[in-house]
């Protein structure tokens, strides 16, 4: 059935032909089956009976490791399993690991395995991520920097040793190719010297980026890239990512050197003085679409700063970015002084943005009406389930209110606007709300996400909240929407807690039925044509047994 089920994917072929496919030489094993006499009767149902262009399709969608393993079936099979190998341009050393032995998580490759798979490659490959390899040296860095002659990408991941020997090897016979570079700090350990020296040596870069778990704030002092990055560089993406230990001079100088190349910008999760710049006397960023800023919402992550950046930073970076596409601010915005001053200037400066992230920043609903300019907007994230500890919650800061001023009063301006999430667990949303704004949707909105109350039911019975528990404020809002004419729409709604709110109400009329087996037909008769009606959360984990 799976086979089958390939066959019929719409697959294009490799670009060259066929015929010019390169068959690496056939050596002669026990293990091998000379008699491949069934593949010619077309009768017998057996992947034999296919030829090799179907099976170049089917083997395309398994990896190196499942390679080796079916070319010891037969020589046609060989031949098929090293030609896919010669021709693969994508690695990652974990899939080379047959082991199930794991060292912290992390798979152990050998690097006579690795060897000898480059070997096979003939130079074909273009992107390399190191993951579980132990004692590369710089020699054997300098082998695989000539098997690997178009290498245009490279990670280097967890349990790897950048000492000064391999960044030099890297440097010089790995990076002036180079157009992506990639160094994951989580279980490495490397000092300034080290990056200056690989990054002099770049000419065609164009990302560029850092990662890191919070462990590493506390390693030796913070990391400086200074000038060794050279302008001549494309760069058009740079990623510091949950990365604590870099010098703000480092962002300083790449968004003034590589103004007008730079698209792609994230610093979410990382150290919050990166952006502790003065942008004054900056040159707009006019091709930058992204730029992604979110906090990490753990108090004690082991940042100097584990508070929001300044409101002013991220006012004076929009200001220089007219074109940006991608807008992610997570956790950032709870100083409600500048909430307005920060609307003002995203309302203004930022017409072309299509993706916003404002899930927990708590912002008054009197300032969400300002979304209404921003035209081009297609996916808006309100959620306010996980909003940092130390933070007081302010009653200004309702979703019930959020959310009918964006169904009354910003969505009929927002044509394009395809995807809203607006998710809390500790309110309800009202029926006639819900009916709203699915009555001011566009035929472009596909999909509401929301959610019901989290937990069990702890209420006493004569709580005033246990209503709300019990209430199906989703039935009773799919059946007013019963009304709403919308044939051309079709809307998708995602409800967090369906199950739980399901299961709740029936226990509140006393139904007699299967709540995880008949819920889904419930709601299915209840809904109109043009609603679609998903539940999430924890209805998957109860119904996972």
């Given at each position: 059935?799976?086979?089958?089920?390939?066959?019929?994917?719409?697959?294009?072929?490799?670009?060259?032909?066929?015929?010019?496919?390169?068959?690496?030489?056939?050596?002669?094993?026990?293990?091998?089956?000379?008699?491949?006499?069934?593949?010619?009767?077309?009768?017998?149902?057996?992947?034999?009976?296919?030829?090799?262009?179907?099976?170049?399709?089917?083997?395309?969608?398994?990896?190196?490791?499942?390679?080796?393993?079916?070319?010891?079936?037969?020589?046609?099979?060989?031949?098929?399993?090293?030609?896919?190998?010669?021709?693969?341009?994508?690695?990652?050393?974990?899939?080379?690991?047959?082991?199930?032995?794991?060292?912290?998580?992390?798979?152990?490759?050998?690097?006579?395995?690795?060897?000898?798979?480059?070997?096979?490659?003939?130079?074909?490959?273009?992107?390399?991520?190191?993951?579980?390899?132990?004692?590369?040296?710089?020699?054997?860095?300098?082998?695989?920097?000539?098997?690997?002659?178009?290498?245009?990408?490279?990670?280097?991941?967890?349990?790897?040793?950048?000492?000064?020997?391999?960044?030099?090897?890297?440097?010089?016979?790995?990076?002036?190719?180079?157009?992506?570079?990639?160094?994951?700090?989580?279980?490495?350990?490397?000092?300034?010297?080290?990056?200056?020296?690989?990054?002099?040596?770049?000419?065609?870069?164009?990302?560029?980026?850092?990662?890191?778990?919070?462990?590493?704030?506390?390693?030796?002092?913070?990391?400086?890239?200074?000038?060794?990055?050279?302008?001549?560089?494309?760069?058009?993406?740079?990623?510091?990512?949950?990365?604590?230990?870099?010098?703000?001079?480092?962002?300083?100088?790449?968004?003034?050197?590589?103004?007008?190349?730079?698209?792609?910008?994230?610093?979410?999760?990382?150290?919050?003085?990166?952006?502790?710049?003065?942008?004054?006397?900056?040159?707009?960023?006019?091709?930058?679409?992204?730029?992604?800023?979110?906090?990490?919402?753990?108090?004690?992550?082991?940042?100097?700063?584990?508070?929001?950046?300044?409101?002013?930073?991220?006012?004076?970076?929009?200001?220089?970015?007219?074109?940006?596409?991608?807008?992610?601010?997570?956790?950032?915005?709870?100083?409600?002084?500048?909430?307005?001053?920060?609307?003002?200037?995203?309302?203004?400066?930022?017409?072309?943005?299509?993706?916003?992230?404002?899930?927990?920043?708590?912002?008054?609903?009197?300032?969400?009406?300002?979304?209404?300019?921003?035209?081009?907007?297609?996916?808006?994230?309100?959620?306010?389930?996980?909003?940092?500890?130390?933070?007081?919650?302010?009653?200004?800061?309702?979703?019930?209110?959020?959310?009918?001023?964006?169904?009354?009063?910003?969505?009929?301006?927002?044509?394009?606007?395809?995807?809203?999430?607006?998710?809390?667990?500790?309110?309800?949303?009202?029926?006639?709300?819900?009916?709203?704004?699915?009555?001011?949707?566009?035929?472009?909105?596909?999909?509401?996400?929301?959610?019901?109350?989290?937990?069990?039911?702890?209420?006493?019975?004569?709580?005033?909240?246990?209503?709300?528990?019990?209430?199906?404020?989703?039935?009773?809002?799919?059946?007013?929407?019963?009304?709403?004419?919308?044939?051309?729409?079709?809307?998708?709604?995602?409800?967090?807690?369906?199950?739980?709110?399901?299961?709740?109400?029936c226990k509140k009329d006393d139904r007699n039925c299967s709540c995880s087996r008949d819920y889904p037909l419930?709601?299915?008769?209840?809904?109109?044509?043009?609603?679609?009606?998903?539940?999430?959360?924890?209805?998957?984990?109860?119904?996972?047994?």
């Amino acid at each position: 059935t799976n086979l089958l089920h390939l066959l019929r994917m719409d697959v294009p072929l490799e670009e060259e032909h066929p015929a010019k496919r390169r068959c690496l030489p056939v050596h002669n094993s026990a293990y091998y089956d000379t008699s491949d006499s069934s593949a010619a009767d077309d009768t017998l149902p057996t992947i034999l009976a296919l030829n090799d262009e179907c099976l170049d399709i089917i083997l395309s969608f398994f990896g190196i490791r499942e390679y080796f393993r079916m070319s010891i079936t037969c020589k046609r099979w060989y031949n098929l399993c090293l030609s896919r190998i010669s021709r693969t341009k994508r690695l990652r050393t974990t899939a080379l690991c047959d082991s199930p032995l794991y060292l912290k998580n992390i798979r152990i490759v050998s690097v006579e395995r690795m060897l000898s798979v480059l070997s096979l490659n003939n130079g074909a490959l273009t992107s390399l991520s190191l993951f579980g390899i132990k004692n590369l040296t710089a020699s054997l860095f300098s082998v695989m920097a000539d098997l690997m002659p178009n290498l245009t990408k490279l990670y280097i991941g967890k349990t790897f040793a950048l000492t000064p020997r391999v960044a030099k090897v890297i440097g010089e016979k790995f990076c002036p190719n180079l157009e992506s570079l990639s160094l994951d700090a989580t279980n490495i350990y490397f000092t300034s010297k080290e990056v200056q020296y690989m990054l002099s040596f770049t000419r065609k870069l164009k990302s560029f980026a850092i990662t890191a778990t919070v462990s590493y704030a506390n390693r030796g002092p913070p990391l400086c890239i200074g000038e060794s990055l050279s302008s001549i560089n494309p760069l058009s993406s740079f990623t510091c990512h949950e990365f604590a230990s870099l010098q703000p001079c480092c962002t300083e100088y790449i968004l003034r050197n590589f103004s007008s190349t730079l698209q792609h910008l994230n610093v979410s999760e990382a150290h919050l003085d990166v952006l502790d710049i003065n942008t004054i006397s900056f040159p707009p960023f006019e091709n930058m679409n992204t730029f992604l800023a979110a906090r990490r919402n753990d108090v004690q992550c082991g940042y100097r700063h584990p508070f929001p950046i300044k409101c002013s930073k991220l006012i004076s970076i929009l200001k220089l970015s007219p074109n940006l596409v991608k807008l992610d601010i997570s956790r950032q915005l709870h100083d409600q002084t500048n909430d307005d001053v920060f609307f003002d200037v995203l309302s203004r400066h930022c017409l072309f943005l299509e993706e916003l992230n404002l899930s927990e920043c708590l912002i008054s609903a009197e300032h969400l009406i300002k979304l209404n300019k921003l035209t081009s907007l297609k996916k808006l994230i309100l959620d306010y389930n996980d909003c940092p500890g130390h933070i007081k919650i302010n009653h200004d800061y309702d979703i019930v209110s959020c959310f009918k001023i964006i169904a009354a009063r910003v969505l009929p301006l927002l044509d394009k606007l395809a995807y809203l999430s607006m998710t809390d667990k500790r309110n309800v949303l009202p029926a006639d709300d819900i009916v709203l704004f699915i009555k001011n949707t566009s035929p472009n909105f596909k999909e509401l996400r929301i959610s019901t109350l989290a937990g069990d039911i702890t209420l006493s019975p004569d709580s005033k909240e246990l209503n709300n528990w019990f209430h199906n404020f989703i039935e009773e809002a799919l059946e007013k929407c019963q009304g709403l004419n919308k044939e051309e729409h079709s809307i998708k709604l995602v409800v967090d807690g369906l199950f739980s709110l399901h299961r709740n109400s029936c226990k509140k009329d006393d139904r007699n039925c299967s709540c995880s087996r008949d819920y889904p037909l419930f709601y299915e008769k209840v809904a109109p044509k043009f609603l679609q009606v998903v539940g999430s959360g924890d209805q998957i984990r109860s119904l996972s047994w």
